[in-house]
Antibody
Framework: EVQLVESGGGLVQPGGSLRLSCSASGFTVSAYDMFWVRQAPGKRLEYVSVIATDGGKTYYADSVKGRFTLSRDNSKNTVYLQMSSLRPEDTAVYFC??????????WGQGTLVTVSS | DVVMTQSPLSLPVTLGQPASISCRSS???????????LNWFQQRPGQSPRRLIYKISIRDSGVPDRFSGSGSGTDFTLKISRVEAEDVGVYFC?????????FGQGTKVEIK
């Protein structure tokens, strides 16, 4: 059974950092593109970042480029989203999502990140 | 980015009655490979999103056949033939034809 379990969310001050983890089971993360998608309060879902199967290349939304870093630990079957220089507008529920070729077939439960002083 | 516009945003429905949700894109979702990568997801209260339909009309395994997807180009529809209590939640569309993937605002389905 495929499962994605996110952790690492919490309250952080503006300018601070957090690292989100997404632990996968039931499949191998390196064999699929893995995405992070977020939903700010009252807003629609928004693509944040993806780590591709192709050599682990990473891509980012313009809104997070230069501040967020996505990585993968194949030995732990886990994906990490390192977030720095956090802003209040980064406040959202962050979902880890497995790609299935032009679609998302499994989502984690989400982890809440709140950026506030 | 492709803008996905859903309507209505709120949909009160009587149990056993049909429901229909529209999703329109700001540009055609036909990929150069000929496929149209339009997905529908359901998010029940307190749960993660669950994919219902991909490539406009292909239902995922385990999805009841009362859910159906249709449309083409820029205009798509999710229909529930007879709403059941377990269908309460938010439904959203997502396009994966163009980069980046983008989502509709979500439609909240509730029982009258």
């Amino acid at each position: 059974e495929v499962q994605l379990v996110e952790s690492g969310g919490g309250l952080v001050q503006p300018g601070g950092s957090l690292r989100l983890s997404c632990s996968a089971s039931g499949f191998t993360v390196s064999a699929y593109d893995m995405f992070w998608v977020r939903q700010a309060p009252g807003k629609r879902l928004e693509y944040v970042s993806v780590i591709a199967t192709d050599g682990g290349k990473t891509y980012y939304a313009d809104s997070v480029k230069g501040r967020f870093t996505l990585s993968r630990d194949n030995s732990k079957n886990t994906v990490y989203l390192q977030m720095s220089s956090l802003r209040p507008e980064d406040t959202a529920v962050y979902f880890c999502v497995k790609d299935s070729g032009f679609s998302f077939d499994y989502w984690g439960q989400g982890t809440l990140v709140t950026v506030s002083s | 980015d492709v803008v996905m516009t859903q309507s209505p945003l709120s949909l009160p429905v009587t149990l056993g009655q049909p429901a229909s949700i529209s999703c329109r894109s700001s540009q055609s979702l036909v990929h150069f490979d000929g496929n149209t990568y339009l997905n529908w997801f359901q998010q029940r209260p307190g749960q993660s999103p669950r994919r219902l339909i991909y490539k406009i009309s292909i239902r995922d395994s385990g999805v009841p056949d009362r859910f159906s997807g249709s449309g083409s180009g820029t205009d798509f529809t999710l229909k529930i033939s007879r709403v059941e209590a377990e269908d309460v939640g938010v439904y959203f569309c997502m396009q994966a034809t163009h980069w980046p993937r983008t989502f509709g605002q979500g439609t909240k389905v509730e029982i009258k």
